[in-house]
């Protein structure tokens, strides 16, 4: 037989319950302050849900009631320089960190409300009506509320979305030298999503002082916690992580705020992450205003049980015992608090001249509709006064990869806030391919940091780290393919993070990669990136051609206060080059394409590796043309004026690129050049591209998959015969 010896995990793992010794040793101004907070969500929520019954609120109306206690007893502890975030369902997370924010000594629940609290509800209203006065101007609305100054980081409406980005505000924290934390709030659905996981595992493995708060409410919509998982605790995914973890009633508020302060020591003290699970219930429905009862999916009798068990209830009856309040102080606070929200109303809505008896929304106070574009990204202004690239011969020869590394080092020399991270970009002297050679070495693994084969997670972190301000970070995802395991944090958060949460915020970080093709790396490993961010907002794109473009395009990169997503060519990265002499602090700005060779028949735009090949191309057919390397190309980046003035030339358009039909770039550039340039184009714009297929293992397959100099050759003779010449 065998021998078995029954293994332990290390992390700890409790129950906290509260006795009646907590209640009566609680401090009186803690009780009092979570008293009122509790009694201000709550009167705020159910003025949400009266207006989304009136069809006032565009859009969902996630209500907290019934959670309260989960956010009250977690956040009325917090220091204001503390982050939080949280879910679509985070009302009461937000108003919780706010109220907290500006009531340091607390809220005396016999006092009346104050100014300050007064501003908290117009704007967090505001913002749920869609209103120009709101903390996000009206876009973020009730799933997307963020108030940096009290440290409300931003709720989201991915399930698990906001994890990655938590542990990135996490490790500016620490790496500031603060002992200030971070919680991130979700439900139980998201327990099981892989960016939580993910997060929970690199949080663990660099100690960071993060919180994974679980509120687990029971029911992801309608579909109850046993049927997700084979162990409904959702805590004990801390036993996988070597991640200590409390399980408490948070119908309780006391309970919860005494597991947090446990908690908290530890992250305080730089033990790293921990994990909350705080059992409660959601009163009404997943949106609006009937109970889950009205759907079928839950019984009136265990509705009962837990409205019962309000936490409303239970803080203000344990206050009555101690002679800390009586029951007509606790009606008085309600009726203060409700008048307060009538008068936040009040100052929104008016009657609805065409409907007796209807209220609407005050015109004056939507957004102006010129607002929508504005933030997607930033102005660029950063840029200004920095020096550009000039005509001086002096250069010296390098080749790419080694001109990657150098001006890396260089910005990292000059900017101590510059962060790299990527799977093995500390090992390997540079990496898979030598673009980090040295910095590990020089800089230390406080800042070129190895991360677990996780782009999920670290992508996700560097945004939370960009958001936070005071780190840069320079992210390599060892290939572009692998942008799609981590989607969600690329797309729906950093890129749109700018724009939804208001336009203000900069998103400073940098994402590399490096297209492949031609590699046999096959067709998981080997795309061309450019289309899919093209056509998302908020990102940047740059694609250099050479070295010399290069630093000036990562130089350029690293100043903006928008995400750029630098393109990198493996063909290029061994080629002689050159790059001018000095300190390679030049700038290449947006809008700034290079027309590298002038013609007349025809106008070549094209990026990365394939300048080279169109240059090829052109020399051996002896077509006159305007060959457009664009550097920056993404839709507020391109240089328009060059392509401009070259069609209105050449009245014909050749767009070469290297990768797969369905993804192209040059479809949605041919688009835009054709809406803009139609009246001088005298045939279609054409293209030169890859096949339909992602490239193949076999030599033979691959090489028929994409495109090089033979495939512009036939591109540039079919412009020509087109023309009848």
Same mark, same amino acid.
């Given at each position: 037989?065998?021998? %078995?010896?029954?293994?332990?995990?290390?992390?700890?793992?409790?129950?906290?319950?509260?006795?009646?010794?907590?209640?009566?040793?609680? /401090?009186?101004?803690?009780?009092?302050?979570?008293?009122?907070?509790?009694?201000?969500?709550?009167?705020?929520?159910?003025?949400?849900?009266? &207006?989304?019954?009136?069809?006032?609120?565009?859009?969902?109306?996630?209500?907290?009631?019934?959670?309260?206690?989960?956010?009250?007893?977690?956040?009325?502890?917090? $220091?204001?320089?503390?982050?939080?975030?949280?879910?679509?369902?985070?009302?009461?997370?937000? @108003?919780?960190?706010?109220?907290?924010?500006?009531?340091?000594?607390?809220?005396?629940? *016999?006092? +009346?409300?104050?100014?300050? #609290?007064?501003?908290?509800?117009?704007?967090?209203?505001?913002?749920?009506?869609?209103?120009?006065?709101?903390?996000?101007?009206?876009?973020?609305?009730?799933?997307?509320?963020?108030?940096?100054?009290?440290?409300?980081?931003?709720?989201?409406?991915?399930?698990?979305?906001? *994890?990655?980005?938590?542990?990135?505000?996490?490790?500016?924290?620490?790496?500031?030298?603060?002992?200030?934390?971070?919680?991130?709030?979700?439900?139980?659905?998201?327990?099981?999503?892989?960016?939580?996981?993910?997060?929970?595992?690199?949080?663990?493995?660099?100690?960071?002082?993060?919180?994974?708060?679980?509120?687990?409410?029971?029911?992801?919509?309608?579909?109850?916690?046993?049927?997700?998982?084979?162990?409904? $605790?959702?805590?004990?995914?801390?036993?996988?992580?070597?991640? +200590?973890?409390?399980?408490?009633?948070?119908? /309780?508020?006391?309970?919860?705020?005494?597991?947090?302060?446990?908690?908290?020591?530890?992250?305080?003290?730089?033990?790293?992450?921990?994990?909350?699970?705080?059992?409660?219930?959601?009163?009404?429905?997943?949106?609006?205003?009937?109970?889950?009862?009205?759907?079928?999916?839950?019984?009136?009798?265990?509705?009962?049980?837990?409205?019962?068990?309000?936490?409303?209830?239970?803080?203000?009856?344990?206050?009555?015992? $101690?002679?800390?309040?009586?029951?007509?102080?606790?009606?008085? @606070?309600?009726?203060?608090?409700?008048?307060?929200?009538?008068?936040?109303?009040?100052?929104?809505?008016?009657?609805?001249? !065409?409907?007796?008896?209807?209220?609407?929304?005050?015109?004056?106070?939507?957004?102006?509709?010129?607002?929508?574009?504005?933030?997607?990204?930033?102005?660029?202004?950063?840029?200004?006064?920095?020096?550009?690239? /000039?005509?001086?011969? *002096?250069? $010296?020869?390098? %080749?790419?990869?080694?001109?990657?590394?150098?001006?890396? !080092?260089?910005?990292?020399?000059?900017?101590?806030?510059?962060?790299?991270?990527?799977?093995?970009?500390?090992?390997?002297?540079?990496?898979?391919?030598?673009?980090?050679?040295? @910095?590990?070495?020089?800089?230390?693994?406080?800042?070129?940091?190895?991360?677990?084969?996780?782009?999920?997670?670290?992508?996700?972190?560097?945004?939370?780290?960009?958001?936070?301000?005071?780190?840069?970070?320079?992210?390599?995802?060892?290939?572009?393919?692998?942008?799609?395991?981590?989607?969600?944090?690329?797309?729906?958060?950093?890129?749109?993070?700018?724009?939804?949460?208001?336009?203000?915020?900069?998103? +400073?970080?940098?994402?590399?990669? %490096?297209?492949?093709?031609?590699?046999?790396?096959?067709?998981?490993?080997?795309?061309?990136?450019?289309?899919?961010?093209?056509?998302?907002?908020?990102?940047?794109?740059?694609?250099?051609?050479?070295?010399?473009?290069?630093?000036? &395009?990562?130089?350029?990169?690293?100043?903006?206060?928008?995400?750029?997503?630098?393109?990198?060519?493996? /063909?290029?990265?061994?080629? *002689?080059?050159?790059? +001018?002499?000095?300190?390679?602090?030049?700038?290449?700005?947006?809008?700034?394409?290079?027309?590298?060779?002038?013609?007349?028949?025809?106008?070549?735009?094209?990026?990365?590796?394939?300048?080279?090949?169109?240059?090829?191309?052109?020399?051996?057919?002896?077509?006159?043309?305007?060959?457009?390397? &664009?550097?920056?190309?993404?839709?507020?980046?391109?240089?328009?004026?060059? #392509?401009?003035?070259?069609?209105? %030339?050449?009245?014909?358009?050749?767009?070469?690129?290297?990768?797969?039909?369905?993804?192209?770039?040059?479809?949605?550039?041919?688009?835009?050049?054709?809406?803009?340039?139609?009246?001088?184009?005298?045939?279609?714009?054409?293209?030169?591209?890859?096949?339909?297929?992602?490239?193949?293992?076999?030599?033979?397959?691959?090489?028929?998959?994409?495109?090089?100099?033979?495939?512009?050759?036939?591109?540039?003779?079919?412009?020509?015969?087109?023309?009848?010449?």
């Amino acid at each position: 037989m065998p021998k %078995k010896k029954r293994l332990q995990t290390g992390a700890d793992w409790f129950e906290l319950t509260t006795t009646p010794a907590d209640w009566n040793a609680a /401090d009186p101004t803690l009780l009092s302050t979570m008293l009122a907070e509790l009694h201000l969500i709550r009167s705020f929520e159910e003025t949400v849900l009266e &207006l989304a019954g009136e069809g006032l609120v565009h859009g969902p109306a996630h209500s907290s009631i019934g959670q309260e206690g989960g956010a009250v007893g977690s956040i009325v502890g917090l $220091r204001s320089t503390d982050g939080v975030n949280g879910s679509h369902r985070g009302h009461h997370q937000f @108003l919780a960190k706010a109220l907290t924010h500006v009531s340091p000594d607390g809220i005396d629940p *016999a006092q +009346p409300i104050t100014p300050a #609290i007064q501003t908290i509800f117009d704007r967090t209203l505001s913002e749920i009506l869609g209103l120009a006065s709101g903390y996000c101007r009206g876009r973020g609305g009730s799933m997307h509320l963020q108030w940096f100054e009290a440290g409300a980081l931003g709720t989201n409406a991915i399930v698990g979305g906001g *994890a990655p980005m938590a542990a990135g505000n996490a490790w500016a924290q620490k790496h500031s030298g603060t002992t200030d934390l971070t919680i991130n709030y979700f439900g139980d659905g998201a327990a099981q999503i892989g960016s939580v996981l993910e997060s929970m595992n690199l949080a663990a493995a660099w100690k960071l002082p993060v919180c994974f708060f679980v509120e687990n409410n029971l029911y992801a919509v309608s579909t109850h916690a046993s049927e997700a998982t084979a162990d409904p $605790r959702f805590s004990v995914r801390g036993q996988g992580f070597g991640i +200590p973890s409390w399980r408490v009633d948070g119908m /309780d508020p006391l309970a919860v705020y005494l597991a947090t302060r446990e908690a908290a020591e530890r992250m305080r003290a730089g033990e790293g992450p921990t994990i909350i699970e705080a059992e409660v219930y959601r009163f009404f429905h997943q949106n609006g205003p009937y109970p889950g009862s009205a759907f079928g999916y839950r019984t009136k009798e265990e509705e009962a049980v837990w409205r019962a068990r309000d936490p409303l209830d239970l803080v203000a009856s344990k206050m009555i015992e $101690r002679d800390l309040i009586d029951a007509e102080g606790v009606a008085a @606070l309600r009726a203060r608090v409700q008048q307060a929200m009538t008068e936040s109303v009040d100052r929104l809505l008016e009657s609805d001249p !065409d409907t007796p008896g209807k209220r609407r929304i005050r015109p004056e106070l939507w957004p102006e509709t010129s607002f929508v574009n504005v933030g997607v990204r930033g102005d660029a202004s950063e840029l200004d006064g920095l020096p550009g690239l /000039d005509d001086d011969p *002096a250069r $010296r020869a390098v %080749k790419l990869v080694d001109a990657v590394s150098q001006v890396m !080092d260089r910005r990292m020399e000059v900017d101590p806030r510059i962060v790299i991270m990527g799977e093995d970009v500390h090992r390997l002297n540079g990496g898979t391919n030598g673009a980090t050679k040295g @910095l590990a070495k020089k800089y230390g693994d406080e800042r070129v940091l190895g991360t677990p084969i996780s782009e999920n997670a670290f992508i996700g972190l560097a945004g939370g780290l960009a958001l936070d301000g005071r780190f840069r970070p320079v992210v390599e995802f060892m290939y572009p393919d692998f942008m799609w395991v981590a989607a969600d944090q690329v797309f729906n958060q950093i890129g749109k993070a700018r724009h939804m949460f208001g336009g203000d915020n900069p998103v +400073p970080l940098v994402l590399r990669t %490096k297209v492949a093709m031609g590699s046999g790396y096959g067709s998981q490993h080997l795309m061309d990136p450019a289309g899919i961010f093209a056509t998302s907002p908020g990102w940047r794109i740059v694609a250099p051609s050479n070295a010399a473009d290069y630093v000036g &395009l990562m130089n350029a990169a690293l100043a903006l206060q928008d995400p750029v997503l630098v393109i990198e060519h493996v /063909d290029l990265y061994g080629t *002689a080059d050159e790059v +001018p002499t000095g300190d390679l602090d030049y700038v290449i700005p947006p809008g700034t394409a290079a027309l590298l060779r002038e013609g007349t028949e025809v106008t070549v735009i094209s990026y990365l590796s394939m300048v080279a090949h169109a240059k090829q191309a052109i020399e051996q057919t002896g077509v006159d043309a305007d060959l457009i390397d &664009l550097r920056w190309l993404d839709r507020a980046s391109i240089d328009w004026t060059t #392509i401009g003035e070259s069609i209105k %030339k050449t009245n014909a358009v050749l767009i070469v690129e290297q990768g797969s039909q369905g993804t192209s770039y040059g479809a949605w550039l041919s688009d835009e050049i054709q809406r803009r340039y139609f009246d001088w184009l005298d045939q279609p714009v054409a293209r030169v591209t890859g096949e339909e297929a992602s490239p193949s293992i076999s030599r033979v397959l691959e090489r028929a998959a994409i495109a090089r100099t033979e495939e512009v050759v036939a591109g540039l003779e079919a412009v020509r015969a087109g023309f009848g010449r």
